[in-house]
């Protein structure tokens, strides 16, 4: 190409984002008659490019490749041969070689849209968002006069695309806009731009769009979307009307995957609206419909959680599972499952997969305190305090907490700290039994007996038939050499039944 003219070779391959804009199938020439040429004239920048691009055209980059070097070393100006070999190094898989040479043709000649464009795109490739938003709105400037109108359309989307991933719902949704001007009515634009729009809290400005398109389109998402907006507005019961819309556009289509992911939406909302029986109704029907969704899975799997089937909830989630195993929150589901099963080893090991992939730093709390409470009951004392040290740390007034932590140290034989971690229980959770008992067994073992009694003489007082708190009773009585005492414990103990009351008597008065 020629300094300072705006010819350009490129035509748009309309395949998504990541297609590059190819250099224009003119090869009448074969290989061969091309390489007979080269050799007649090794120093024809123009021949030495017509055989790159007749390599490009066959398959062959790497014979591309040396043909367009050879060109560039002729004349490192020549922008159809950094192209061409951008599109090569492309070809071959190497990204940053191939936004090198786009990165010329754009240093060289500015005004030329196709190399801004597949600049773009290879940054795209590259991951590289920002920079690759920054390339395309380039290229967009530069469209004039030569770039197509799907060319055009291809450089908005791509825009959109990049400025979805930097999460600019507000230029992405221009950018969808400036597609639809290109090409008005287009569907798939409405409702991208809708979903942009909607992420940018603006999800107003598409209703009138989106409600015309729902009138004509048979596409479950556009009635699904403009649920979105009207929950956004607080509109729940125009929301679940769109859903039902939605889910009778899927039916109709015989979308299995959109049904499922419909009777999700619906039932996630039900289940915010305090509807559980309706919301674990259409996950199970999402289910049924579609069990390879991990989604229906494991939403079934919670409402089975919350309505306390835990077996039933086991299940379902151990299907999501296998049909997504890298999903954070479907292993801290079975973590807790299992927990309240107190199958403790499962517990554990799904705690620990759902830490090595939780982001949120309160969930990752939740998987340790649940590993925490495993390797208790495995009778991992030191791993167990390792792991609610790290809760308790963030978490010093929740009683839970402060109970399991007594328990491990209890049990490495801490009871200063045990009492302690008690104590603090019983004042954040007065309610809890749980805590007292744990708390009396703690002054026992600390052999504060006073106070020992106290605690297991306001149990009794709670609980007659208490058995357990009466022979506690007894013995922090007798610790205090209060043996008529102790023995009247241990005798209205032994009288329910508890045999090691039984035998306190027999042994110690």
């Keep these: 190409m020629e300094r300072g003219t705006r010819r350009w070779s490129g035509r748009a391959a309309l395949v998504a984002v990541a297609a590059l804009l190819l250099l224009s199938p003119a090869w009448a020439q074969s290989v061969s008659e091309l390489r007979a040429e080269v050799n007649s004239e090794p120093g024809s920048v123009s021949a030495w490019v017509a055989l790159g691009?007749?390599?490009?055209?066959?398959?062959?980059?790497?014979?591309?490749?040396?043909?367009?070097?050879?060109?560039?070393?002729?004349?490192?100006?020549?922008?159809?041969?950094?192209?061409?070999?951008?599109?090569?190094?492309?070809?071959?898989?190497?990204?940053?070689?191939?936004?090198?040479?786009?990165?010329?043709?754009?240093?060289?000649?500015?005004?030329?849209?196709?190399?801004?464009?597949?600049?773009?795109?290879?940054?795209?490739?590259l991951r590289r968002p920002a920079d690759a938003a920054t390339a395309f709105r380039a290229a967009i400037a530069e469209a004039d006069p030569e770039a197509s109108l799907d060319d055009r359309v291809q450089a908005q989307l791509g825009l959109a695309a990049q400025l979805e991933l930097s999460e600019d719902w507000s230029g992405a949704a221009a950018a969808y806009a400036a597609a639809l001007e290109l090409q008005p009515g287009t569907a798939a634009y409405v409702l991208r731009r809708g979903q942009a729009l909607y992420r940018a809290g603006r999800g107003l400005e598409a209703l009138p769009e989106l409600t015309a398109l729902e009138a004509q389109s048979s596409d479950y998402r556009v009635s699904a979307l403009i649920s979105d907006i009207y929950v956004a507005q607080g509109q729940i019961d125009y929301a679940l009307w769109s859903l039902e819309r939605a889910l009778q556009k899927a039916e109709r289509a015989e979308d299995k995957p959109a049904q499922a992911s419909t009777l999700v939406k619906l039932g996630t909302l039900q289940r915010g609206l305090g509807r559980d029986e309706q919301a674990h109704d259409s996950f199970e029907r999402a289910a049924l419909i579609y069990p390879a969704s991990w989604e229906a899975q494991y939403n079934l799997g919670i409402a089975n959680l919350e309505a306390g089937q835990t077996r039933d909830a086991v299940r379902a989630l151990q299907d999501a599972q296998r049909l997504d195993g890298n999903r954070a929150e479907v292993y801290l589901a079975l973590a807790t499952a299992h927990d309240q099963l107190s199958n403790s080893s499962e517990a554990l090991s799904n705690a620990r997969e759902a830490i090595a992939r939780l982001s949120d730093p309160k969930l990752v709390l939740d998987a340790r305190l649940i590993a925490g409470r495993a390797m208790y009951r495995l009778g991992d004392y030191q791993g167990a305090q390792v792991e609610l040290q790290a809760v308790l740390d963030e978490r010093p007034n929740d009683a839970q907490v402060q109970l399991w932590y007594g328990l491990a140290a209890y049990q490495l034989a801490d009871y200063t700290q045990a009492v302690?971690?008690?104590?603090?229980?019983?004042?954040?959770?007065?309610?809890?039994?749980?805590?007292?008992?744990?708390?009396?067994?703690?002054?026992?073992?600390?052999?504060?007996?006073?106070?020992?009694?106290?605690?297991?003489?306001?149990?009794?007082?709670?609980?007659?038939?208490?058995?357990?708190?009466?022979?506690?009773?007894?013995?922090?009585?007798?610790?205090q050499d209060r043996r008529g005492s102790a023995r009247d414990a241990w005798v209205s103990s032994c009288q329910q039944g508890y045999q090691p009351a039984c035998s306190a008597i027999s042994s110690y008065l």
């Design 420 to 479: 302690r971690n008690f104590e603090r229980a019983v004042q954040l959770d007065p309610s809890s039994l749980v805590a007292r008992v744990n708390l009396g067994a703690g002054y026992l073992a600390a052999r504060r007996y006073e106070d020992a009694e106290k605690v297991y003489q306001l149990l009794v007082g709670q609980n007659p038939n208490d058995s357990e708190s009466l022979y506690n009773l007894g013995w922090a009585l007798y610790s």
């Design 53 to 125: 691009n007749a390599y490009y055209g066959q398959g062959e980059f790497d014979l591309a490749k040396e043909s367009y070097l050879e060109a560039i070393a002729l004349d490192y100006t020549s922008g159809d041969a950094h192209y061409g070999l951008g599109l090569a190094e492309f070809s071959r898989g190497d990204f940053q070689a191939a936004l090198f040479e786009f990165t010329e043709v754009t240093r060289l000649y500015p005004e030329r849209f196709d190399g801004q464009f597949n600049r773009a795109v290879t940054l795209a490739r």
